[in-house]
């Protein structure tokens, strides 16, 4: 999967240079707390569990407006589909046979 590929390569980047920008995040003492906890269950600094997740939860969400699957027989319909010959419309055809008004001079 994409995702965990992805997860992993930013895991073992770190440290990596280049990194200059800096998000400035305010923090509730329990948020804070907790994303401490977390962190160190999964061995990691907050930063570095911090940076994970975010770009995880980013990388998901870009990735649902992106990208869909289909199953086997979902893309045999589709195919089926676009491959079927093009409907003739009359009003479409009617309309489009007429000049526009700004093609007349």
Request: with cysteine; charged share 30%.
């Amino acid at each position: 999967m994409a995702t965990d590929k992805r997860h992993v390569a930013i895991k073992n980047s770190e440290p990596q240079k280049g990194r200059s920008k800096k998000f400035d995040i305010r923090w509730t003492e329990a948020e804070q707390d907790l994303i401490k906890q977390a962190s160190a269950l999964k061995k990691s600094t907050a930063t570095s569990f911090i940076r994970e997740n975010a770009l995880a939860a980013a990388e998901s969400i870009v990735c649902e407006q992106q990208r869909f699957v289909l199953t086997t027989e979902q893309w045999a319909l589709v195919d089926k589909i676009f491959s079927a010959p093009a409907k003739i419309l009359p009003n479409l055809k009617k309309k489009l046979s007429k000049p526009e008004p700004w093609d007349e001079a």
